[in-house]
């Protein structure tokens, strides 16, 4: 891919497994990433290239399938509030926290639905998820006092460096024209922490793609240079039969300079020698297929389903439907919980007045945009619910009738214990001989 250099230049870079490196002669000014108004050092003149300087959200918002598939995981999560429970006992019922400012459990559950700093705790967890995603970890400082936890505040990964010194993990916040912030590991819930590396810091899942990336961004640059140079140079440059060495040799090193590549492609070739043209498409080069090959791994490397990114190639409107369901439990369950864990791990169990707390997200959440599928859940909730404990989830009235109170058991009042569903019709009269 290409990036900007302080002067004004574009040059070329190769994506890895590591993060960026140049892909021919370093030059001699430093290599920038461009992001919107600022500018991201990437590499010296004449060094080797720093990881802290990879800045994997240029990769993540220059590529519209990987854009598409992890907002679509960030988006799910978000909404999905994180709720505070209680377990006094082994094996005892939890109790819910509800938000308040009596104790510390309940301003816990109080500062995951008001984070503050004006942000929104859906837009706190979405941009957790993206920088979790994208860069394989998130950072929250916590903002606490004598009573408790009183709020987060999220700071960008690509501003954080870490380091392991006597056994302790300290954050450093760089900050440009001021002074950096410094945190230990106590001040701070580090999202990804051991998560999937042999060190605390996680490694970018974008890195499992740098092959699938640098190849869509090649086809992409070559559809782009075919159509606007509107022509096609593929074919059988002729020499005379009688050309000395040192004459193909030159004719070679200008064809390959100036007509091959991706950003060559179509470009117009004026010779005096003879020209013999080969028919070649996109197409008949298999771009398309390279293209499409591209999106199906990216997809793949997050576990999403094709059809929900807009990929249409198979889908029916049954499997959709499916995949829907399949998104929250299979895709963007996991990541939730492992968000969950970190926040339990590093803030929960390092408080002593935080004992028997603990944090789950609401992922049935999710799925009360489609009525007709929580319609489906009802007879079975009532079976553990009483109708106004459900009505009660659902911030409705409760009902002041005979048995709102009550479970609903199929078999209760039978005595020969064989009752069925109250839902179960006999067969009609013309069939019951049958």
């Not at 490694?203 to 075919?226: E, G, K, N, Q």
């Amino acid at each position: 891919m290409h990036v900007l250099t302080r002067d004004g230049e574009t040059a070329s870079i190769g994506v890895h497994s590591a993060g960026f490196s140049l892909t021919g002669d370093v030059p001699s000014t430093p290599i920038t990433i461009s992001t919107g108004g600022s500018s991201v050092p990437i590499i010296e003149a004449g060094e080797t290239f720093r990881r802290s300087w990879v800045d994997y959200g240029t990769i993540y918002r220059s590529n519209p399938w990987l854009w598409a598939v992890v907002n679509l995981i960030a988006r799910s999560a978000a909404r999905m509030p994180s709720k505070v429970y209680r377990d006094p006992e082994p094996g005892g019922v939890r109790e819910r926290v509800y938000p308040g400012r009596s104790a510390q459990a309940p301003r816990l559950a109080l500062s995951l639905r008001r984070p503050g700093g004006g942000v929104a705790w859906q837009a706190l967890k979405y941009a957790t998820t993206v920088d979790r995603l994208v860069r394989g970890n998130a950072l929250w400082r916590i903002r606490d006092d004598r009573t408790g936890v009183v709020g987060f505040d999220r700071f960008p990964w690509r501003e954080i460096s870490v380091k392991h010194d006597s056994g302790v993990y300290q954050y450093t916040r760089r900050v440009a024209g001021g002074d950096d912030v410094v945190m230990l590991e106590d001040e701070v819930i580090h999202f990804g922490f051991w998560a999937d590396a042999e060190s605390a810091v996680n490694p970018s899942p974008i890195s499992s793609l740098h092959a699938t990336l640098a190849m869509f961004d090649a086809v992409y640059r070559h559809l782009v240079a075919y159509f606007a140079n509107g022509a096609h140079v593929g074919g059988h440059f002729k020499l005379d039969k009688d050309a000395s060495t040192e004459v193909i040799d030159r004719v070679g090193e200008v064809i390959k300079e100036f007509f091959a590549g991706p950003e060559n492609a179509g470009r117009t070739m004026v010779t005096s020698a003879s020209w013999e043209s080969m028919a070649d498409t996109p197409e008949h080069s298999r771009v398309i297929d390279l293209a499409k090959q591209s999106r199906e791994e990216i997809c793949g490397a997050y576990g999403v389903a094709p059809p929900l990114v807009g990929i249409l190639d198979r889908a029916i409107m049954s499997n959709v439907r499916e995949l829907r369901s399949h998104t929250s439990r299979d895709t963007t369950g996991p990541h939730v919980e492992l968000m969950d864990g970190d926040l339990v791990a590093q803030l929960v169990h390092k408080r002593p007045a935080l004992d028997g707390v603990f944090v789950e997200s609401e992922m049935s959440a999710a799925l009360k945009p489609d009525p007709e599928a929580f319609a489906q859940t009802i007879p079975n909730q009532l079976r553990i619910r009483t109708p106004n404990e459900l009505r009660r989830t659902q911030n409705l009235p409760p009902l002041d009738v005979d048995g709102a109170d009550e479970l609903w058991l199929p078999n209760a009042g039978d005595d020969t214990g064989e009752g069925g569903d109250p839902d179960d019709e006999p067969d009609p009269p013309s069939r019951q001989g049958d």
